[in-house]
């Protein structure tokens, strides 16, 4: 392994300060990439083709594909539910149980943010267009509906290992030479602090009926007469593009995403010899997702010919909307490996090691990505960052991986959560019918009170390893 000294920290940096000011990280993560290359290259010239080839290497390695076809392929399976009307299903049947009482609204939403484990997005939307207007006939605000919308389903959608999620934190680990990476995330997800105390707590607001600081105003804002005119006045209308559907079209969601599921964890028990913990997870999720896409693909076969959609233009498209988390997996890849051959980690664990005690480091890590991720609005930037220097300073320090690990995610989870420059805020928001300020400004209280009572957890489980 090449030791480039403090030279070594100069990529990452580079492409943190990128993010940080253009709130883009698939730029920052190229430029960090082959500012690394250059520095390995010096004095070899041509850096630029060798950066090419250091990705294209990354990539064509057999567990770095599967996970990146996974979360290409999950597009597709995502657009193929919602052309065939699976989405509108959802709706159709959840509206057909006539909820008229806070507590099973409430039950109601997060049944539909546990259902809808495959990505934030169609988490938001379907929850949001099913249950606003029974928010306002109960006389809920929408800044609060806003709040349970996100952080049910980034929080619950971050700690699920069947999903593009779980396939991207497996491909950071693969790309630091983590022998079980699927081991590593299963464990860590059990100190994924910030992403359960934020579901802990959205129950207690709900149950106990919490309201702290901005959302008290808004909650006071709300007048039963205003909120039923509005209802009245808005009776029949919503989003065109979900309007129709039946309650029996909800089994084109339901029964792929049990497929996925069931998948996922036979191919954990087969390639794992009959131990699902040693089974090889980016096989599995890889298999599930192609599984579930011909699940889905044949139950369309047997609609009526005029409701069936074109299945590989849907297919196709959804690659295509999702092709931008490809790229950004592998150039998070190439950048990891980049940073593993400078050894950019141990250089850190050695300015912290008798500087810094080893208990500190998952609190420092969970710190330090609310930070990148608050300012940047990504979580995936934020994990390609820190994971590659986590592992490293691990492994110098004695920390256990699983605990910091589990310190980026939830960093990079909590600024995807509260900041505005987030498209999770905005899809939000648009679902919602809230504006992205008024979101972020009731939500970010909650959010603060979970991000610290994580960081008392990870300094407790960090004297605790």
């Known amino acids: 392994m090449t030791h480039l000294g403090i030279l070594s920290i ?40 060798e950066y090419l080839e250091r990705v294209i290497t990354v990539t064509g390695d057999r567990a770095n594909l599967q996970l990146i076809l996974f979360g290409i392929f999950v597009g597709g399976l995502i657009k193929l539910m919602e052309t065939s009307g699976g989405f509108k299903g959802m709706i159709r049947l959840l509206e057909s149980l006539n909820i008229r009482s806070r507590r099973p609204v409430f039950l109601l939403t997060w049944a539909i943010g546990l259902l809808m484990i495959l990505e934030n997005y169609s988490n938001i939307m379907v929850n949001g267009t099913t249950v606003g207007s029974l928010y306002d006939r109960l006389g809920i605000p929408r800044a609060k509906l806003a709040y349970f919308l996100h952080s049910i389903s980034i929080n619950w959608v971050a700690t699920i290992v069947f999903n593009s999620w779980g396939a991207f934190y497996m491909t950071l680990l693969v790309a630091q030479g983590i022998s079980d990476p699927f081991g590593v995330v299963v464990s860590a997800m059990t100190m994924n602090f910030y992403c359960i105390v934020s579901l802990i707590v959205i129950i207690f607001t709900m149950t106990f009926g919490w309201n702290i600081g901005a959302m008290k105003k808004y909650v ?26 039946t309650p029996a079209m ?11 599921v069931a998948t996922m964890l036979i191919a954990l028990f087969v390639t794992g010899g009959g131990s699902m913990l040693k089974g090889d997870g980016t096989a599995s999720v890889f298999y599930a997702v192609l599984a579930s896409i011909a699940a889905l693909a044949l139950m369309i076969q047997f609609r009526p010919a005029a409701e069936r959609p074109p299945i590989e233009k849907s297919v196709y498209t959804g690659f295509g909307d999702f092709m931008e988390v490809g790229i950004l997996l592998a150039l998070a890849l190439a950048l990891g490996s980049l ?7 141990h250089y850190i664990a050695g300015l912290a090691s008798g500087n810094v005690p080893p208990f500190l480091m998952p609190l420092i890590f969970f710190f330090v990505s609310c930070l990148i991720s608050f300012a940047t609005g990504t979580s995936y930037g934020t994990f390609s960052i820190m994971v590659p220097l986590a592992v ?17 995610i939830s960093g990079g989870v909590f600024g995807d959560n509260t900041s505005p420059f987030s498209d999770t805020s905005v899809v939000t928001a648009i679902s919602a019918k809230t ?8 939500q970010l209280p909650y959010a603060l009170v979970s991000a610290s009572i994580a960081a008392v957890l990870f300094v407790v489980a960090g004297l605790l390893a």
């Open 339 to 345: 940073c593993k051959e400078m050894g950019t980690g």
């Open 435 to 442: 504006s992205v300020i008024e979101h972020v400004e009731a």
């Open 392 to 408: 490293p300073v691990s492994q110098a320090m004695g920390v256990p991986l699983p605990l910091m690990f589990a310190a980026c």
């Open 220 to 245: 006071a804002a709300v007048k039963e007469k205003d909120v039923m005119d509005d209802v009245a006045a808005d009776h029949g209308t919503g989003d065109p593009a979900l309007a129709g559907g």
């Open 10 to 49: 100069l990529p990452p940096v580079l492409a943190l300060v990128l993010a940080l000011w253009k709130k883009k990280i698939i730029p920052a993560l190229l430029v960090g990439g082959l500012a690394a290359t250059f520095l390995l290259s010096v004095a070899k010239g041509a850096f630029v083709v």
């Open 250 to 260: 909800s089994l084109l969601v339901i029964v792929p995403v049990l497929v996925l």
